[in-house]
């Protein structure tokens, strides 16, 4: 499952980022790392962009990205 399989409101922990480059490091420099909680907190007009929330960051991530992170459901 990934980020973008989730609705608003849902929370997860992140299993695995299948990310490489720029990408990858900007999420790691922000926190977006496994076993971290995210939260989704909204998606756009036309669900291609997605806002997630990680502790205190806020960041919006496109649908190509949102679907490179693995999560899993919180109990």
Do not use: H, P, Q, W
Not at 25 to 35: H, K, M, P, T
């Amino acid at each position: 499952m990934s980020v973008f399989d989730l609705s608003v409101g849902e929370c997860a922990y992140i299993k695995n980022c299948n990310l490489t480059g720029s990408a990858s490091a900007r999420l790691n420099s922000l926190g977006i790392v496994a076993g971290k909680k995210i939260t989704v907190l909204a998606f756009s007009l036309f669900k291609s962009s997605v806002l997630i929330g990680c502790g205190v960051v806020r960041l919006g991530l496109r649908k190509s990205l949102a679907k490179c992170i693995e999560v899993e459901k919180c109990a």
